[in-house]
Nanobody
Framework: QVQLVESGGGLVQAGGSLRLSCAAS??????VGWFRQAPGKEREFVAA????????WYAGSLKGRFTISRDNARNTVLLQMNSLKPEDTAVYYC??????????????????WGQGTQVTVSS
C-alpha cells in the first residue's frame, strides 16, 4: 500500500525557514516531488527529485531558496525552504510516481499524492 506522509509544515515569519519531509513507502518510486496550492489558485510544481537522487527539478522562481533532497536511510524526501515569503503560503503536497520520464515537473507526471501540510508565512 502506497503511503506518502508529509510533515514539517507550520507558521513562520517572513525570512524564516522550514523543512518539509515526505515519508514515501509501499512501491518502488522513480521520483518524488513537491507541489503547492494557495487558496483560490491552482496546484503548482515546486520541486522534484529522482529516487536515485541523481536529478532534481525546480520551479524557476523558487530555485535558490528551496532545496530538495533525499534521506536514503529513512526513505524520505526533504524540502528545505529558506527566505520564506508570505506568497509561499500554501498547502504543500508530496507526490510520487512509478514511471520513468525525461522530467518530473507536471501534475500529470505523478500518480500518488499525500494529504498535504500547511505552510503559513506571516509578514
Amino acid at each position: 500500500q502506497v503511503q506518502l506522509v508529509e510533515s514539517g509544515g507550520g507558521l513562520v515569519q517572513a525570512g524564516g525557514s522550514l523543512r518539509l519531509s515526505c515519508a514515501a513507502s509501499g512501491r518502488a518510486f522513480t521520483s518524488v516531488g513537491w507541489f503547492r496550492q494557495a487558496p483560490g489558485k491552482e496546484r503548482e510544481f515546486v520541486a522534484a527529485i529522482t529516487w536515485s537522487a541523481m536529478a532534481t527539478w525546480y520551479a524557476g522562481s523558487l530555485k535558490g531558496r528551496f532545496t530538495i533532497s533525499r534521506d536514503n536511510a529513512r526513505n524520505t524526501v526533504l524540502l528545505q525552504m529558506n527566505s520564506l515569503k508570505p506568497e509561499d503560503t500554501a498547502v504543500y503536497y508530496c507526490a510520487a510516481t512509478l514511471y520513468y520520464r525525461a522530467a518530473y515537473t507536471d501534475l500529470n507526471d505523478f500518480n500518488y499524492w499525500g494529504q498535504g501540510t500547511q505552510v503559513t508565512v506571516s509578514s
